[in-house]
């Protein structure tokens, strides 16, 4: 008889079974109204991925906003004490009826916030003031006050108690991303000098506060995660933050393996139950998406928020100007696809820490799967683009069947959403057809309901 495979096999962490080792990841888009409310085209997209016959776990939400003014980008989703939670409850039913578990990711982009209406001094609130020409449209971030940070706290705390009503089975909590609490993690981002920076002990407390708070909220019996960067390769992808500060080579790295090891073994201290780990910091980083520099997505984008800063004009104009092979081998720095490649972080994490771990990014192949939950490196597996562009993957894999067209880590579904509908866009693997690739992008926002 034969064995059955790894990642085929159930899972269990706290009192949440997932049928299979493998979950989709957080993949966010339009798929909101301009307040943040949860539109039903949110509801029609997860179900597509839940769907028995696709054999997934579980899904982990795209990252929802908790604060009511940042907009994460425009159209993407919010979980405040002014947006209703009846939305929400309706997505986790129907990605329950599929037998498929549901963890929702709640965050904040903080300073990084990428689009606006009009330009909006709160996107720009951070853990410090700093010039950031990659990420965020502010030209300068601004420091945020203690009552605000305590405030930030709230907000994370309102939207977990929010998560469990709405009857998710877990919610989780991003301090990767180069999201808010990436943003106080940092020491390149962090130059604080009161209780929240100057030491990594300090820099750790927003995160601290949240974790508390979030636990508070949703109870000793919910299932609580938090998505960690392993490391942060601030140098990756190529960028000017101002000012320089020392020590130089703590601020060009970001922390490493060692300290985020730390912050690890802080949280399973405060009962949190997984950690979800990546690597890189900001979104998007070609470590945490690992593929060909997405040179085209990256002057859509830009493109679409010229408008809101100088700094925004600038990079631009930048992007346009630049030709693709200059771009590629410039700011495309440290943009390849590498098979796996935060599976060695997530191992480090299991063993010192012994607590169930997620690994993220470049997972595409059965084997690499496979050899990384056979290994012990990890418990689960979080995938996102791949299963976007095949979301029967594990299904295949289960009758040993490869994806006809596999995801080409071409990054332009990360990159074209702030613009465009979330979906796959290389047209390579449509074989050239726009008629074909709209077909496959309206799909998975029609109601697919029986």
């Keep these: 008889m034969e064995k059955k495979p790894c990642f085929l096999k159930p899972f269990r962490i706290k009192n949440v079974e997932f049928r299979s080792r493998i979950l989709r990841s957080s993949l966010g888009g339009r798929m909101a109204y ?9 509801k029609n997209f997860e179900r597509q991925f839940a769907k028995a016959e696709n054999l997934l776990g579980g ?25 209703p939670v009846g939305p929400l409850r309706e997505v986790v039913a129907k990605v ?39 990420y965020g449209y502010r030209t300068k971030t601004s420091e945020m006050s203690v009552s605000e940070i305590h ?66 909220a949703v109870g000793q019996d919910f299932l609580f995660g938090v998505r960690l960067s392993a490391a942060d390769y601030n140098y990756l992808p190529i960028n000017v933050r101002l000012p320089f500060a020392w020590p130089w080579t703590e601020r060009f790295r970001g922390n490493t393996l060692r300290t985020n090891l730390q912050y690890g073994a802080w949280l399973k201290e405060r009962h949190v139950d997984y950690l979800h780990i990546d690597s890189g910091f900001g979104f998007i980083n070609p470590k945490g998406s690992p ?100 979301p029967d993957l594990i299904a295949r894999f ?7 067209k596999p995801c080409t880590f071409c990054s332009r579904c990360c990159t074209y959403t702030t613009v465009l509908p979330l979906g796959c866009y290389d047209l390579s693997r449509f074989g050239g057809s726009n008629d074909a690739m709209e077909a496959q992008i309206l799909r998975y926002s029609a109601d697919s309901s029986p």
């Design 291 to 390: 593929g060909e520099y997405p040179i085209e997505g990256l002057r859509r984008f830009s493109n679409s928020v010229r408008h809101l800063s100088g700094k925004a004009k600038f990079r631009a104009w930048l992007l346009n100007t630049l030709p693709d092979w200059l771009a590629r081998a410039t700011l495309g720095i440290g943009w390849k696809y590498v098979p796996a490649p935060n599976a060695s972080f997530a191992q480090a994490f299991r063993q010192k820490l012994e607590m169930p771990i997620i690994c993220n990014g470049g997972f595409q192949e059965r084997e690499d799967m496979e050899g990384a939950l056979a290994s012990g490196a990890c418990d689960l597996i979080a995938i996102g683009r791949p299963l976007l562009a095949n």
């Design 96 to 134: 329950h009826d599929e037998g498929c578990r549901y963890i929702v990711q709640i965050g904040d982009p903080g300073g990084h916030t990428q689009t606006s209406i009009l330009p909006d001094a709160a996107d720009g609130k951070s853990a410090s003031a700093f010039f950031d020409f990659y």
């Design 34 to 42: 301009y307040d943040g409310t949860i539109s039903p085209v949110f």
């Design 151 to 216: 405030a930030e706290v709230d907000k994370f705390a309102a939207a977990a108690a929010r998560v469990r009503q709405a009857g998710a089975d877990g919610v989780e909590v991003t301090a990767s991303k180069g999201y808010i609490i990436h943003q106080f993690l940092n020491p390149a981002t962090n130059r604080r000098t009161d209780e929240y920076g100057g030491s990594v002990e300090k820099r750790f407390r927003l995160l601290k506060e949240v974790v508390a708070a979030v636990r508070d």
């Design 59 to 83: 899904i982990i939400s795209a990252t929802i906003d908790v604060d009511e003014k940042r907009c994460s980008p425009l159209e993407y989703p919010k979980l405040t004490k002014n947006t």
């Design 398 to 404: 289960a009758r040993n069947e490869k994806p006809e």
